[in-house]
């Protein structure tokens, strides 16, 4: 069967399918567009309907795939990681435009989704950055990248996570600033004497929401849900970054629902 043969028989919307059968047979997209008359190998195709399979079931794409992009850059994902979302690159815009002056906000990253800002140390610079429930590493990696001279401590209560974050770290070069530990909220960061930034993307959805299958049934339940309102992670994240002296402020994402309280905290 040759390459578009399987693309229009696999029962996959086209996009999908696409970038399903080039990575499955190691090439980009556009290689498709020229070379779609190719017949697939038997050691190919097997891998193929594999994929396609797991996605008709719901799995996710990137999951499938092994990475995702995020604010340029590519970042391998597993199933012990969020899949990073385009609101999260707002997260890293509103952290960028907080270094540079810091203020305090509230803004819109997407359809029911903000970004909060706020300041604690008017007086403090920080040098350090610090992604509270790093998952893929996305935020913390992403920070570093865009601001050579920080430092950043990622953390996570999920070891495998953080084996994730560690590889993403190392792959794009960025290992020897970022120390990795493990632990709950900034409780791994207290010992720290340089004054940091807190800029998190936490759980923050109730729970008994509903959601997409793809995502209820693939990723992880602990970077989702946060008690009965959603705001039982940002709520102690809140007070302990209040409460640590070299923390400066805080950048969270969080339902534009939660903003409000978030805000006037």
């Known amino acids: 069967m040759t390459i578009d043969a399987f693309i229009r028989a696999c029962g996959l919307p086209q996009a999908e399918a696409e970038i399903l059968v080039a990575r499955a047979l190691g090439k980009d997209r556009t290689w498709l567009f020229a070379y779609g008359d190719t017949d697939v190998s038997s050691r190919d195709e097997k891998r193929i309907l594999d994929w396609c399979e797991r996605r008709r079931k719901g799995e996710p794409v990137d999951y499938i795939i092994g990475e995702r992009e995020f604010y340029g850059r590519t970042f391998s994902v597993t199933p012990a ?23 305090d906000s509230c803004i819109a990253a997407d359809v029911g989704i903000s970004i909060v800002s706020k300041v604690f140390r008017a007086g403090l610079h920080p040098s350090v950055i610090v992604d ?31 084996v994730v974050a560690r590889q993403n770290a190392e792959r794009l070069d960025v290992a020897d600033r970022i120390d990795f530990r493990s632990g709950n909220g900034l409780t791994p960061a207290a010992d720290l004497q340089e004054p940091f930034l807190l800029v998190t993307n936490p759980p923050y959805i109730p729970e008994g929401t509903v959601l997409e299958h793809q995502v209820a049934a693939f990723e992880p339940a602990s970077a989702l849900f946060a008690g009965r309102d959603g705001t039982d992670v940002l709520r102690k994240l809140l007070t302990q970054a209040r409460d640590h002296p070299q923390c400066v402020g805080m950048l969270c994402e969080c339902q534009t629902n939660q903003a409000n309280w978030l805000t006037a905290a």
């Open 81 to 103: 990681v969020l899949i990073p979302r385009p609101a999260t690159e707002r997260l890293i815009e509103g952290a960028l435009q907080y270094l540079d002056s810091p203020h």
């Open 132 to 162: 509270c429930g790093t998952g893929s590493g996305c935020i913390g990696i992403t920070l570093a990248l865009e601001r050579p001279s920080l430092h950043v401590v990622a953390t996570d209560i999920s070891a495998s996570a953080l």
